[in-house]
DNA sequence: GCCGTTTTCGGCCCGACTGTTTTCAGTCG
């Protein structure tokens, strides 16, 4: 996917600031940020979208927004956008990333003190000149300078596989606090986002004053942003990431978990359906308007059932159609971690992994996999150990020795180089001795999109790959997906019958979550493989079957769910 | 600006916390 439907949500995201600041209705505001939100969560380029003429289709694109993301492919701009920045001073909506400034603040600081960049905030906070504003005082100047301190530490999104464990020590660390009688992580990271913004945990007590008290005296914490008997906030230390405990009776505990687990696209969704049903939803239960009565809210299954909805997994919970098939009792049986049989993508210290097969098999049979493919680097892949084609032999009689010793199925795999040109980094006569490959990318990934695409399929084109590894080369916050069709890509996964990866290693995500989706959508099939390089990745799965269910994706498309046999008949199509 | 088994007009989420007030505005989620 190129960079447009990032950059329309990004410029909507501008807009909306933009007239925040001028006091337009927030419903207009709103309406620019959430179709950034929608923008941003497509699957599909706009610009192809575009050409069916189904911009209108997406949820919160209308008559007005369609014209201009058709203005801005057409000409790269949208006047609109230009004419709000020309009348306002650059910076202006830049000073609303900073915590602690909204859009009333940003407006004064320029009104008053003419400050328009987080720069020269900085100086005048520094020069005690904030303070002199009316409704600002000395604390408010100490929140802004540290505001500004922390957005510099710490401004992007995190990949989840760095925030997930810190997140688990918290949780672990509140369960033990006496009082808290449920507790569970809810936002982004229950929904297993391939990144995260901010931690967000929910407990059920009785207790909240103390626990919030506990809460706040963690070790963790580095500085408390917030303190009060529903809800505290927190900065951890190292981590720089913000971390807020809400506390609800019991009673309400499902709802509270519900509503901070999100979407927010997922939550209006939901009220919108709640309002229909002369109901309310808030994140103390469900109530009936009329009466004020509360239905549900001590499960989030009784809260979607007072909705006449079936449960709804937190990782689909996106605002993409879900609470249809909700409705109709219909939602797919997502794969679960328990369904996962084996991993398709190991390396050893054959190549570049860390563990030796032997330990790698061990660590297997230790989870309880019926069986395990190690695919280590082709011989091409220097910089990593590649293996020669002799040593490949040695490796399949090991692998077999395995197999009879450990008690769990050991194949032997590889995972290929696709080189250049398409062609794949062993002659055929060795592709077809191998129980499996995987063919990835590793190297040359600027090629021009039409030729990276040719590139790739030409590689699933062989009668030989069974596996697309890592199919978009997509780093979690640091390189985003190759300029790849991706459309095509799956088209031909379909037609060759070739497996898609999702790599689960959380530096990767890849595929990630919303071409998941796409593929899913038409028929793919899909192998979840943690490329681990040592014993302790296996752990990764779960990252990856999370991002699989985050594409609505069923264990029945996941050919390491399905059994050995079948799996095996499979490879041997 | 979007949207419609309440509506093509009139809705669209609001509660918690902080800081600066002297009863509440602004921000955030």
Redesign the pocket.
């Known amino acids: 996917m190129d960079a447009t439907n990032l950059e329309v949500a990004r410029i909507f995201n501008e807009i909306a600031d933009l007239l925040e600041i001028k006091q337009e209705?927030t419903?207009?505001v709103?309406?620019?940020r959430?179709?950034a939100r929608a923008v941003e969560s497509l699957s599909e380029d706009l610009r192809t979208i575009a050409q069916r003429g189904e911009l209108?289709r997406?949820?919160?694109?209308?008559?007005?927004?369609?014209e201009?993301i058709e203005e801005y492919l057409r000409t790269g701009a949208i006047a609109?956008h230009e004419e709000l920045r020309a009348a306002m001073p650059r910076g202006l909506a830049e000073l609303?990333t900073?915590?602690?400034?909204?859009?009333?603040?940003?407006l004064?600081l320029y009104e008053r003190l003419g400050v328009s960049s987080v720069a020269a905030l900085e100086e005048a906070a520094r020069a005690g000149k904030v303070?002199q504003l009316?409704?600002?005082?000395?604390?408010?100047?100490?929140?802004i300078l540290a505001?500004i301190a922390r957005m510099r530490a710490q401004s992007a999104r995190q990949p989840l596989g760095a925030v997930l464990p810190h997140a688990q020590a918290i949780a672990g660390a509140l369960r033990g606090i006496s009082g808290v009688e449920a507790l569970s992580i809810a936002?982004s990271i229950r929904r297993m986002r391939d990144t995260i913004?901010?931690i967000?945990i929910v407990v059920a007590t009785r207790r909240s004053d103390a626990v919030?008290d506990a809460f706040v005296a963690l070790p963790q914490a580095e500085t408390?942003?917030?303190?009060?008997?529903?809800?505290?906030?927190i900065v951890l230390r190292h981590v720089g990431v913000?971390c807020?405990l809400r506390a609800v009776e019991p009673d309400s505990y499902g709802a509270a978990l519900q509503y901070?687990t999100g979407s927010?696209d997922h939550?209006?969704q939901l009220?919108?359906r709640a309002?229909?049903?002369?109901l309310?939803v808030?994140?103390?239960g469900v109530f009936r308007v009329r009466t004020d009565r509360r239905l549900a809210g001590r499960t989030e299954e009784d809260v979607y059932e007072a909705l006449g909805l079936q449960w709804i997994p937190p990782e689909i919970r996106e605002a993409q159609g879900e609470l249809e098939l909700a409705e109709r009792r219909a939602l797919p049986a997502l794969v679960r971690v328990g369904d996962i049989r084996g991993d398709l993508h190991v390396h050893t210290t054959w190549s570049d992994g860390a563990h030796t097969a032997e330990a790698m098999a061990r660590a297997a049979r230790q989870r309880g996999y019926e069986y395990l493919c190690i695919t280590d680097h082709s011989r091409s892949l220097k910089f990593a150990g590649g293996v020669t084609i002799e040593d490949l032999r040695a490796h399949a009689r090991a692998v077999r020795h395995l197999s009879d010793r450990l008690g769990i199925r050991v194949l032997l795999g590889s995972e290929v180089d696709i080189l250049p040109d398409g062609s794949l980094d062993y002659p055929d006569e060795v592709l077809e001795s191998l129980d499996l490959v995987i063919g990835s990318i590793h190297s040359r990934f600027r090629m021009p999109r039409a030729e990276l695409t040719r590139r790739v399929i030409r590689a699933m084109e062989s009668p030989h790959l069974d596996i697309l590894g890592h199919p978009t080369g997509r780093l979690v916050g640091q390189r985003e997906p190759l300029d790849l069709d991706i459309d095509a890509v799956v088209e031909a996964a379909r037609r060759t019958e070739t497996v898609l990866e999702i790599n689960a290693s959380p530096e990767r995500l890849d595929l990630k979550d919303t071409h998941v989706r796409l593929a899913r959508d038409s028929g793919a099939l899909f192998s979840i493989g943690t490329d681990a390089h040592r014993t302790e990745h296996f752990a990764y799965i779960d990252y990856g079957v999370g991002t699989a269910r985050r594409g609505w994706v069923e264990a029945t498309q996941v050919v390491n769910a399905w059994p050995l046999a079948r799996l095996l008949d499979f490879l041997a199509r």
């Open positions: 209705s419903f207009r709103n309406a620019y959430r179709a209108r997406i949820g919160g694109i209308g008559q007005s927004l369609a201009k609109y609303m900073i915590p602690e400034v909204g859009p009333k603040t940003a004064l303070r009316p409704r600002m005082g000395a604390k408010t100047e100490q929140n505001g936002g913004a901010d967000d919030m408390v942003l917030s303190k009060g008997s529903t809800r505290s906030s913000q807020d901070f927010k939550n209006v009220r919108e309002v229909r049903l002369g309310r808030s994140e103390y």
